[in-house]
Structure formats: structure tokens, C-alpha cells
């Protein structure tokens, strides 16, 4: 079984400071790791994903991502946020490993970025 | 914009009507996806179609009925529905099924806003 973890509804950060979205994660194999955000009455836009490799992935906006083997997670990261950044934003995982069909990604709740002048 | 339309974006229906979502992609994908999204939970897989054959049907009550006559279109038939199916509706699509790099991203349409009475 495959699961993700978003342990925080709500982050509020000043506009101009740097920002961490928290995901964990639970695959019985090697993880395939995404982020995505949603606007208001928008779908899912995609933001980056992690496969293989470097373990920082660096994705559209600004956006970056940290993969963690050992502590089995993949915050996503910032380096100064804009007030455009304020969404919904999700991670998710698949476990490259799973077998049948489907490419079936596991979601987590979402967490809510608010950016603030 | 991801290349994936959606229409209506908002449907209001009540639990005796018969009505259908539409989904289209413009990416040349050969897989579609629907997905459930309500408030404060994690996105809901509900099928997945794979050259116009569906390969996952994730549990989802026979009052939601999809149809793909084509790689490039998606549909999702609904009849007597229920209060509780009253969410937001995605659609995505992805290259096809397999998991190597860059081949399993899914783009999301904008959603179908459904609300059952």
C-alpha cells in the first residue's frame, strides 16, 4: 500500500520569507514523488516530481523539492513567496513497484499556502 | 492551460436527473482518469482508461457510469445520484500507462463543480 501524509492544513507565511510544505510518505518500494497545486476553481497544475537522481528537484515557479530516503519525505520548498503563490497545494506519491492497472498516484488532503504582504 | 477541458464547469442536478460530464484532452494522451475531490479529503481515483479500455475502476457506485469512445475524450454518465456525490469532478489525462520518466504525469482539467439536491 501506498500512502502520503500533508500533517499541516494551513501554512501562512510574509511575502518575501522562505516557504516549507511538508509531505511524508509510505511506499513498500521506491517512490515516485509529485507536487501539485490548484488555483481557486482551477484543476491541478503540475509543479515537479522526483523519479531518480538528485535528490533536489527544482519544478515551475520557483519551486523546489527535497527528497529524504531516511526520513521518508519530500518538503517542498521556496526561497522568498510571492502573494501568487497562495493555493492548495498536494503531494503526491506512487510506488513504482506496484503492479495491475492503472497508473494510480496517491493524493494527500492538500495544505493550504497563505501568503501575506 | 494543461490542454484539458472540461464541461459544464458547474452542474446543478437533482438526485432523479440523468446528466453527463465531458472531458477532452488535446495532448494526444492515451490515458484518462476521473477523480472525486471533496472538501478536507484526498483526491478520490474513480477509473482509469487505457486506449479507450478501462483498466481501474477503484470501488465507484454503478450510479456513476464513464465512457471513453476515444483516447481524446472522456465522459462520466450520472444518474440518481445522491447528496453526498455533490463535489468537484477532474478529469486528467497521461502519455499512457507505463511508469518510466516523464510518461506518467497526469494534467488536470478545471473540474465539473457538482451539486446534487
Known amino acids: 500500500a501506498q500512502s502520503v501524509a500533508q500533517p499541516e492544513d494551513q501554512v501562512n507565511v510574509a511575502e518575501g520569507n522562505p516557504l516549507t510544505v511538508k509531505c511524508t510518505y509510505s511506499v513498500s518500494g521506491n517512490p515516485y514523488l509529485f507536487w501539485y497545486v ?3 476553481n482551477r484543476g491541478l497544475q503540475f509543479l515537479l516530481k522526483y523519479i531518480t537522481g538528485d535528490n533536489l528537484v527544482k519544478g515551475s515557479y520557483g519551486f523546489e523539492a527535497e527528497f529524504n530516503k531516511s526520513q521518508t519525505s519530500f518538503h517542498l520548498k521556496k526561497p522568498s513567496a510571492l502573494v501568487s503563490d497562495s493555493a492548495l497545494y498536494f503531494c503526491a506519491v506512487r510506488d513504482w513497484g506496484l503492479t495491475g492497472g492503472g497508473n494510480k498516484l496517491t493524493f494527500g488532503t492538500g495544505t493550504q499556502l497563505k501568503v501575506e504582504l | 492551460e494543461t490542454g484539458v477541458t472540461q464541461t459544464p464547469r458547474h452542474l446543478v442536478m437533482g438526485m432523479t436527473n440523468k446528466k453527463s460530464l465531458k472531458c477532452e484532452q488535446h495532448l494526444g494522451h492515451n490515458a484518462m482518469y476521473w477523480y472525486k475531490q471533496s472538501a478536507k479529503k484526498p483526491l478520490e481515483l474513480m477509473f482509469v482508461y487505457s486506449l479507450e479500455e478501462r483498466v481501474e475502476n477503484n470501488s465507484v457506485p454503478s450510479r456513476f457510469s464513464p465512457e ?7 465522459f462520466l454518465h450520472l444518474h440518481t445520484l445522491q447528496p453526498e456525490d455533490s463535489a468537484l469532478y477532474l478529469c ?5 500507462l507505463s511508469i518510466t520518466s516523464n510518461a506518467d504525469t497526469q494534467y488536470f482539467g478545471p473540474g465539473t463543480r457538482l451539486t446534487v439536491l
Open chain 1, 38 to 40: 490548484q488555483y481557486p
Open chain 2, 68 to 74: 471513453c469512445p476515444n483516447s481524446s475524450h472522456l
Open chain 2, 92 to 96: 486528467a489525462s497521461s502519455h499512457d
